[in-house]
């Protein structure tokens, strides 16, 4: 039985047929060396000729397809080269009989033959042989090819003797009937003196002389015998024979318009001088032109004699494709591709295939011939392959699949398939393709063959991957959509996994598993999943799964498959230091690190050289030697929990350690956060490029480039040198972080008003590096709150001393903390408070100007506990105590930490002053400061103030406080900040006038409160209350009196001494402490007694006298001068007398406060001299 020739072509039917064999005992590899320069002499221009000899080349052809040479020459075994190895003379012999047993084999149809003989030296090759060649060694036979190229030579020659031969046969009706094996058993019997007998027989001799042509270089002329023999056999019906004809017409217009071949690139030609270089020859005069029509009785051909010539025919057609043939007188020219000038009975492009169509189907009628119309399908594929027509091709081969040729190997089956595949792969049917390529790879491993070659099988499914959009690479798969059917990947992935398995190589089913899990992830059922991550952990307890390439055998090379999907990361970002931990760059240094190259103060090529990392770099900064933080938002796509062991991060540009973690995330969990940590040990940019995993024993290392859909604010941070780590502790409890800060700890504490309590903070060096400097600030968190006196103060000399601090060593540091608020109490309360009735001067504390009074509430009685609530609300103070410090490394680039400790105090009240108000002591020089305070807690409570008596107050009760104070000289206090009162407005230096003025009568006052029950004491400050009116009456008034009697100064309740009859002198003094000067002045002394019931006696004229008069003159007074009146009275009775001394009132100057003429009291006890004695 014949074996179809799967690499067929059109070209082929002019090529003869060579076969290269070894004989005897030839190495594999020397053998194919020596095919392969053999098979380079593929075609020879035969000399004296332009004609061209074409050769075909095989070294293993069946002896059953060389019974079709009559049927088409071109598979009849014409010259044999065979290749042997003898090295004695023994040997010759037997190798001499060995060629010639395989003469025998296709000795019928042999033209000629040649024996390579390898490694033979002496006498036995030195004799001059035409059928044998002696080469010293392989690689010794420079002459090889030249010999080759006689050989076809002679092959020619005997080709064109039996072209000439058959084209010349002039036995007449005594023609040998051509005939194909299986037909001779159906000749038997028949009548040979027939016509249809004889037309027959002339018919596939015309063929056959047609193929002769075709071989011998003569294009033209095999046209024109095609044409013949499909006009005979048609004639008879014999459609065997017809279906061969039309082939070869076919063949023959296939090599006229495709010179280059239709074999692909492999099989590309030359064009033969015999079809191209015809066109523009002159025909033999003489010769005899004959009409052939291509396309039938319908080609519309016409003949009509040509009386140019004798015995001439000439011939056209209305068809473009018509063309025209010579013939002899005598038969075929013996070279009539010199002599035609057209290639008139070429077929078109479009009837190549219709012929090929009616070939085909002429062959189909008979069951014997599936080889020939299974290789005509061939044919004609690659024929509409080149003319790029794929749906008729499909159609050829479609009819290809169908074929029945009897029963066939498993070898003969696999190669059926394979070229099926490659012919739809010729087409573009990638897919058609891929689904016979992986037919043919099961039929590798089908159960009949006794050792399945799972290694081909491996090898045939790799390459139907493009044909179902399949690539092993995964990063094809993050491109976008799916392509392709996600079931018929995921077969074939099965299928590459167990062969792979079978072929004994686990390291390759991990990675097809790996690529399908995580590939076709979204294609698996709950099931499958389950079943695929089972299947991959039992495969990777054998053989781990890694990041490796893994490379085949034929050069292809398998990709890594990282598990991004195993977890999926839907953002990613890297987390800033905790506050405590942040780097900072100290402000003078910010530009040092700016190139000073350029000229220019700006340059953008310095600054944006590298756009791309600038713009993915982030803000902040990570310390050398520090754990640093990335946080991954993953998700769970499994139904089951999905461990993932050893992640960690994947970084460049610093040495960093990766710190692995390893979690459990349940079932489609969500997004879930992950915080990978790690520790950078040099400095730099460091750029995170992804994470790496452990899954289902699968080692992935996953790019962040590479992820679908991830989030991420920038992947490359800087790192600065390290810097020392300080820990902070406080001798008070923690609390929660203040609101608006951002704070390393928070401390809280609750106070009454004006109470004061130490914090001791202690920092401890936990890092490696030493600290070298420390700061200390502050900075009180805006408050509607008026705050007075230093809310937070520290000394930080001693801590300083331990300077510098090394690791393990701590520093405490103590910071005092005084809650002083505003204690003057609300409107409503004043309105509460019954009034005891006391007259006095002044204003109540309500509101901040102390000017308006709002309605008194008549229905509030005092002391209810919801005006304790209300009265006794909670205030907040917040600060924040910032500790700068540095050290190491990161002090010399400039950087420095900061320690941030929050404050808050929950203050509430303790006492407050409801109303002050002032009244006039006995001396000029003093006054009484009267306070109303109330006692807003639920404790008793003492009040004590300088000099003073204390003061009970129970709980939400109010009394008053009377304190005679010495006035104040404001105008000799110093002002510190001179600028800033010179700069600030009216209203400001007012408010800072007024703020000092408190500051130090409250200091001079120093009242303070203590609550015996719970062991806490504190301040009451005046500070807030004390509006313009209080500080001008306890203010010290700018002209100062002073009144002197009997040498004796009068004030308060001094009283002067004096003898009756005696005289008393008395002095007046004015000393000027204002700014301007004032005068003149004019003072009248009236004495009076008054008798202490309301009555005051002013008739004194027989009790006191004048010496001189009683009326004082003062003149101008410059500022800090003083000026004294001097005078003297003269009592004459016993008594206590007083002296009243008033201004004139035109000389007074109205444009002066009143306050500034009060005169002090006189008082002036008169006796007799015995009393006085006494």
Same mark, same amino acid.
């Given at each position: 039985?014949?074996?179809?020739?799967?690499?067929?072509?059109?070209?082929?039917?002019?090529? %003869?047929?060579?076969?290269?064999?070894?004989?005897?005992?030839?190495?594999?590899?020397?053998?194919?060396?020596?095919?392969?320069?053999?098979?380079?002499?593929?075609? !020879? &221009?035969? =000399?004296?000729?332009?004609?061209?000899?074409?050769?075909?080349?095989?070294? +293993?052809?069946?002896?059953?397809?060389?019974?079709?040479?009559?049927?088409?020459?071109?598979? @009849?075994? !014409?010259?044999?080269?065979?290749?042997?190895?003898?090295?004695?003379?023994?040997?010759?012999?037997?190798?001499?009989?060995?060629?010639?047993?395989?003469?025998? %084999?296709?000795?019928?149809?042999?033209?000629?033959?040649?024996?390579?003989?390898?490694?033979?030296?002496?006498?036995?090759?030195?004799?001059?042989?035409?059928?044998?060649?002696?080469?010293?060694?392989?690689?010794?036979?420079?002459?090889?090819?030249?010999?080759?190229?006689?050989?076809?030579?002679?092959?020619?020659?005997?080709?064109?003797?039996?072209?000439?031969?058959?084209?010349?046969?002039?036995?007449?009706?005594?023609?040998?009937?051509?005939?194909?094996?299986?037909?001779?058993?159906?000749?038997?019997?028949?009548?040979?003196?027939?016509?249809?007998?004889?037309?027959?027989?002339? #018919?596939?001799?015309?063929?056959?002389?047609?193929?002769?042509?075709?071989?011998?270089?003569?294009?033209?002329?095999?046209?024109?015998?095609?044409?013949?023999?499909?006009?005979?056999?048609?004639? %008879?019906?014999?459609?065997?024979?017809?279906?061969?004809?039309?082939?070869?017409?076919?063949?023959?217009?296939?090599?006229?318009?495709?010179?280059?071949?239709?074999?692909?690139?492999?099989?590309?030609?030359?064009?033969?001088?015999? $079809?191209?270089?015809?066109?523009?020859?002159?025909?033999?005069?003489?010769?005899?032109?004959?009409?052939?029509?291509?396309?039938?009785?319908?080609?519309?051909?016409?003949?009509?004699?040509?009386?140019?010539?004798?015995?001439?025919?000439?011939?056209?057609?209305?068809?473009?494709?018509?063309?025209?043939?010579?013939?002899?007188?005598?038969?075929?020219?013996?070279?009539?591709?010199?002599?035609?000038?057209?290639?008139?009975?070429?077929?078109?492009?479009?009837?190549?295939?219709?012929?090929?169509?009616?070939?085909?189907?002429?062959?189909?009628?008979?069951?014997?011939?599936?080889?020939?119309?299974?290789?005509?399908?061939?044919?004609?594929?690659?024929?509409?392959?080149?003319?790029?027509?794929?749906?008729?091709?499909?159609?050829?081969?479609?009819?290809?699949?169908?074929? +029945?040729?009897?029963?066939?190997?498993?070898?003969?089956?696999?190669? =059926?398939?394979?070229?099926?595949?490659?012919?739809?792969?010729?087409?573009?049917?990638?897919?058609?393709?891929?689904?016979? @390529?992986?037919?043919?790879?099961?039929?590798?491993?089908?159960?009949?063959?006794?050792?399945?070659?799972?290694?081909?099988?491996?090898?045939?499914?790799?390459?139907?991957?493009?044909?179902?959009?399949?690539?092993?690479?995964?990063?094809?798969?993050?491109?976008?959509?799916?392509?392709?059917?996600?079931?018929?990947?995921?077969?074939?992935?099965?299928?590459?996994?167990?062969?792979?398995?079978?072929? #004994?190589?686990?390291?390759?089913?991990?990675?097809?598993? &790996?690529?399908?899990?995580?590939?076709?992830?979204?294609?698996?059922?709950?099931?499958?999943?389950?079943?695929?991550?089972?299947?991959?952990?039992?495969?990777?307890?054998?053989?781990?799964?890694?990041?490796?390439?893994?490379?085949?055998?034929?050069?292809?090379?398998?990709?890594?498959?990282?598990?991004? @999907?195993?977890?999926?990361?839907?953002?990613? &970002?890297?987390?800033?230091?905790?506050?405590?931990?942040?780097?900072?760059?100290?402000?003078?240094?910010?530009?040092?690190?700016?190139?000073?190259?350029?000229?220019?103060?700006?340059?953008?090529?310095?600054?944006?050289?590298?756009?791309?990392?600038?713009?993915?770099?982030?803000?902040?900064?990570?310390?050398?030697?520090?754990?640093?933080?990335?946080?991954?938002?993953?998700?769970?796509?499994?139904?089951?929990?999905? =461990?993932?062991? +050893?992640?960690?991060?994947?970084?460049?540009?610093?040495?960093?350690?990766?710190?692995?973690?390893?979690?459990?995330?349940?079932?489609?969990?969500?997004?879930?956060?992950?915080?990978?940590?790690?520790?950078? =040990?040099?400095?730099?940019?460091?750029?995170?490029?992804?994470? /790496?995993?452990?899954?289902?024993?699968?080692? &992935?290392?996953?790019?962040?480039?590479?992820?679908?859909?991830?989030?991420?604010?920038?992947?490359?941070?800087?790192?600065?040198?390290?810097?020392?780590?300080?820990?902070?502790?406080?001798?008070?409890?923690?609390?929660?972080?203040?609101?608006?800060?951002?704070?390393?700890?928070?401390?809280?504490?609750?106070?009454?008003?004006?109470?004061?309590?130490?914090?001791?903070?202690?920092?401890?060096?936990?890092?490696?590096?030493?600290?070298?400097?420390?700061?200390?600030?502050?900075?009180?968190?805006?408050?509607?709150?008026?705050?007075?006196?230093?809310?937070?103060?520290?000394?930080?000399?001693?801590?300083? $001393?331990?300077?510098?601090?090394?690791?393990?060593?701590?520093?405490?540091?103590?910071?005092?903390?005084?809650?002083?608020?505003?204690?003057?109490?609300?409107?409503?309360?004043?309105?509460?408070?019954?009034?005891?009735?006391?007259?006095?001067?002044?204003?109540?504390?309500?509101?901040?100007?102390?000017?308006?009074?709002?309605?008194?509430?008549?229905?509030?009685?005092?002391?209810?506990?919801?005006?304790?609530?209300?009265?006794?609300?909670?205030?907040?103070?917040?600060?924040?105590?910032?500790?700068?410090?540095?050290?190491?490394?990161?002090?010399?680039?400039?950087?420095?930490?900061?320690?941030?400790? #929050?404050?808050?105090?929950?203050?509430?009240?303790?006492?407050?002053?409801?109303?002050?108000?002032?009244?006039?002591?006995?001396?000029?020089?003093?006054?009484?400061?009267?306070?109303? %305070?109330?006692?807003?807690?639920?404790?008793?409570?003492?009040?004590?103030?300088?000099?003073?008596?204390?003061?009970?107050?129970?709980?939400?009760?109010?009394?008053?406080?009377?304190?005679?104070?010495?006035?104040?000289?404001?105008? $000799?206090?110093?002002?510190?900040?001179?600028?800033?009162?010179?700069?600030?407005?009216?209203?400001?230096?007012?408010? @800072?006038?007024?703020?000092?003025?408190?500051?130090?009568?409250?200091?001079?006052?120093?009242?303070?409160?203590?609550?015996?029950?719970?062991?806490? /004491?504190?301040?009451?400050?005046?500070?807030?209350?004390?509006?313009?009116?209080?500080?001008?009456?306890?203010?010290?008034?700018?002209?100062?009196?002073?009144?002197?009697?009997?040498?004796?100064?009068?004030?308060?309740?001094?009283?002067?001494?004096?003898?009756?009859?005696?005289?008393?002198?008395?002095?007046?003094?004015?000393? +000027?402490?204002?700014?301007?000067?004032?005068?003149?002045?004019?003072?009248?002394?009236?004495?009076?007694?008054? *008798?202490?019931?309301?009555?005051?006696?002013?008739?004194?004229?027989?009790?006191?006298?004048?010496?001189?008069?009683?009326?004082?003159?003062?003149?101008?007074?410059?500022?800090?001068?003083?000026?004294?009146?001097?005078?003297?009275?003269?009592?004459?009775?016993?008594?206590?007398? *007083?002296?009243?001394?008033?201004?004139?009132?035109?000389?007074?100057?109205?444009?002066?406060?009143?306050?500034?003429?009060?005169?002090?009291?006189?008082?002036?006890?008169?006796?007799?001299?015995?009393?006085?004695?006494?």
């Amino acid at each position: 039985m014949s074996v179809p020739d799967y690499m067929q072509c059109a070209e082929d039917h002019q090529t %003869v047929l060579v076969v290269v064999q070894p004989v005897g005992i030839v190495p594999e590899d020397q053998f194919f060396r020596i095919y392969k320069r053999i098979a380079s002499v593929s075609q !020879v &221009s035969i =000399r004296d000729s332009q004609r061209v000899l074409f050769i075909r080349y095989r070294h +293993n052809y069946t002896p059953e397809n060389n019974d079709l040479g009559d049927f088409q020459t071109h598979r @009849k075994v !014409v010259g044999l080269i065979a290749v042997t190895s003898c090295t004695t003379a023994k040997e010759w012999p037997q190798t001499s009989d060995r060629f010639h047993g395989q003469k025998e %084999v296709f000795g019928s149809t042999l033209y000629d033959s040649r024996l390579l003989v390898f490694g033979m030296q002496g006498e036995v090759a030195e004799q001059q042989r035409t059928d044998v060649a002696f080469y010293p060694s392989y690689d010794d036979c420079p002459d090889m090819e030249k010999r080759v190229e006689d050989f076809v030579e002679s092959i020619f020659i005997i080709l064109e003797s039996k072209r000439l031969d058959r084209a010349t046969d002039k036995s007449g009706d005594k023609i040998l009937l051509l005939c194909v094996p299986f037909e001779k058993k159906d000749f038997v019997g028949l009548d040979t003196d027939s016509r249809h007998y004889k037309k027959r027989c002339q #018919g596939r001799t015309r063929k056959h002389v047609g193929d002769l042509c075709l071989q011998a270089g003569m294009l033209q002329d095999a046209l024109v015998h095609y044409h013949m023999a499909v006009e005979l056999l048609r004639s %008879v019906n014999d459609f065997l024979w017809l279906g061969a004809a039309l082939e070869g017409l076919c063949s023959a217009s296939v090599i006229f318009h495709y010179p280059g071949g239709t074999a692909g690139k492999s099989g590309a030609r030359k064009p033969g001088i015999s $079809s191209a270089a015809d066109a523009g020859k002159r025909h033999r005069p003489g010769a005899q032109e004959v009409l052939i029509d291509p396309v039938g009785p319908r080609g519309g051909a016409v003949t009509r004699l040509n009386p140019g010539g004798r015995g001439q025919v000439s011939v056209a057609s209305a068809s473009e494709g018509c063309v025209l043939g010579a013939l002899t007188t005598n038969g075929i020219s013996a070279d009539t591709s010199t002599e035609i000038g057209r290639a008139k009975n070429c077929l078109s492009q479009e009837d190549i295939i219709e012929k090929y169509k009616e070939a085909i189907s002429y062959y189909g009628k008979y069951k014997s011939a599936g080889v020939i119309e299974l290789e005509a399908c061939i044919k004609a594929v690659r024929v509409l392959a080149i003319q790029k027509r794929a749906m008729e091709a499909s159609e050829f081969l479609q009819n290809a699949v169908y074929i +029945n040729l009897g029963q066939l190997s498993e070898e003969e089956k696999i190669q =059926r398939y394979s070229v099926l595949s490659e012919l739809y792969e010729l087409i573009s049917f990638h897919r058609k393709s891929a689904f016979f @390529k992986r037919v043919a790879a099961m039929q590798c491993v089908a159960p009949t063959i006794p050792e399945p070659g799972w290694k081909a099988c491996y090898k045939l499914l790799l390459e139907t991957l493009p044909g179902y959009s399949l690539s092993l690479d995964p990063k094809d798969f993050s491109k976008g959509t799916h392509r392709g059917w996600a079931a018929v990947q995921l077969r074939l992935l099965h299928e590459l996994v167990y062969a792979s398995r079978r072929m #004994g190589n686990p390291g390759l089913s991990v990675r097809h598993l &790996s690529f399908l899990l995580q590939t076709m992830l979204d294609f698996l059922s709950d099931q499958e999943k389950k079943e695929v991550t089972q299947s991959l952990e039992n495969y990777t307890s054998k053989c781990p799964g890694g990041m490796e390439v893994i490379n085949l055998p034929d050069g292809l090379a398998l990709p890594p498959v990282p598990f991004t @999907k195993l977890p999926i990361v839907r953002s990613v &970002s890297l987390l800033n230091l905790p506050v405590s931990l942040r780097p900072h760059k100290v402000k003078g240094l910010l530009g040092q690190g700016m190139s000073t190259a350029s000229p220019f103060i700006y340059s953008p090529i310095t600054m944006h050289s590298r756009g791309d990392e600038h713009s993915k770099k982030i803000d902040f900064q990570w310390v050398q030697g520090d754990v640093c933080e990335v946080q991954f938002m993953v998700y769970n796509p499994m139904p089951f929990e999905l =461990r993932v062991e +050893n992640m960690g991060l994947l970084t460049s540009g610093v040495d960093f350690e990766s710190l692995p973690a390893a979690l459990s995330l349940p079932a489609e969990s969500g997004l879930y956060p992950v915080t990978l940590v790690g520790v950078p =040990r040099t400095t730099g940019n460091i750029t995170i490029n992804g994470y /790496h995993t452990s899954v289902f024993g699968v080692n &992935s290392d996953c790019l962040l480039e590479g992820l679908i859909g991830v989030k991420s604010s920038g992947c490359m941070v800087e790192v600065v040198p390290s810097l020392p780590r300080l820990q902070l502790s406080t001798s008070l409890p923690r609390s929660a972080h203040l609101s608006s800060e951002d704070l390393s700890s928070s401390v809280s504490i609750q106070l009454f008003n004006g109470e004061k309590q130490e914090l001791t903070i202690t920092l401890e060096n936990i890092g490696t590096e030493t600290l070298n400097t420390l700061e200390l600030t502050s900075k009180t968190l805006s408050t509607k709150e008026k705050l007075f006196g230093e809310f937070l103060s520290w000394d930080l000399q001693d801590a300083l $001393s331990r300077l510098p601090l090394k690791s393990g060593q701590s520093v405490s540091i103590p910071v005092k903390i005084q809650a002083k608020l505003d204690f003057c109490g609300q409107e409503n309360l004043l309105h509460d408070l019954n009034d005891d009735g006391i007259s006095v001067t002044g204003l109540p504390v309500s509101s901040p100007l102390r000017q308006v009074l709002k309605p008194c509430s008549e229905n509030k009685p005092a002391g209810t506990d919801a005006n304790k609530n209300e009265y006794n609300h909670v205030k907040t103070l917040e600060a924040v105590l910032t500790f700068k410090y540095s050290g190491g490394a990161g002090l010399v680039e400039g950087y420095y930490r900061e320690l941030s400790l #929050g404050v808050r105090v929950d203050v509430e009240t303790s006492v407050f002053f409801t109303r002050v108000s002032t009244l006039p002591a006995n001396s000029t020089r003093q006054c009484h400061l009267l306070l109303d %305070v109330f006692n807003s807690t639920e404790h008793e409570l003492t009040l004590s103030a300088k000099n003073n008596q204390h003061l009970v107050l129970h709980a939400s009760e109010c009394q008053r406080m009377a304190i005679q104070v010495d006035k104040f000289d404001f105008d $000799s206090m110093p002002v510190t900040d001179h600028d800033a009162l010179w700069l600030a407005t009216v209203r400001q230096q007012e408010e @800072k006038r007024q703020q000092v003025q408190g500051g130090f009568i409250n200091s001079t006052l120093d009242i303070h409160w203590t609550i015996s029950s719970l062991q806490r /004491h504190g301040e009451a400050s005046v500070e807030g209350i004390l509006n313009q009116l209080i500080l001008e009456h306890l203010q010290l008034a700018p002209l100062q009196w002073d009144v002197v009697v009997n040498g004796k100064p009068c004030d308060c309740d001094i009283v002067a001494d004096c003898i009756v009859g005696d005289a008393v002198p008395i002095e007046v003094k004015l000393t +000027n402490r204002s700014k301007s000067a004032v005068g003149p002045f004019s003072l009248t002394v009236i004495p009076f007694q008054d *008798y202490q019931n309301g009555v005051q006696n002013y008739d004194l004229q027989d009790a006191v006298t004048f010496i001189g008069s009683n009326t004082f003159y003062i003149s101008s007074v410059n500022p800090a001068e003083n000026s004294v009146c001097m005078g003297a009275l003269l009592f004459l009775n016993t008594g206590d007398f *007083y002296l009243n001394i008033k201004f004139q009132d035109d000389s007074t100057g109205r444009d002066l406060p009143r306050a500034w003429f009060c005169l002090p009291s006189v008082h002036i006890k008169a006796q007799e001299q015995i009393e006085a004695a006494a």
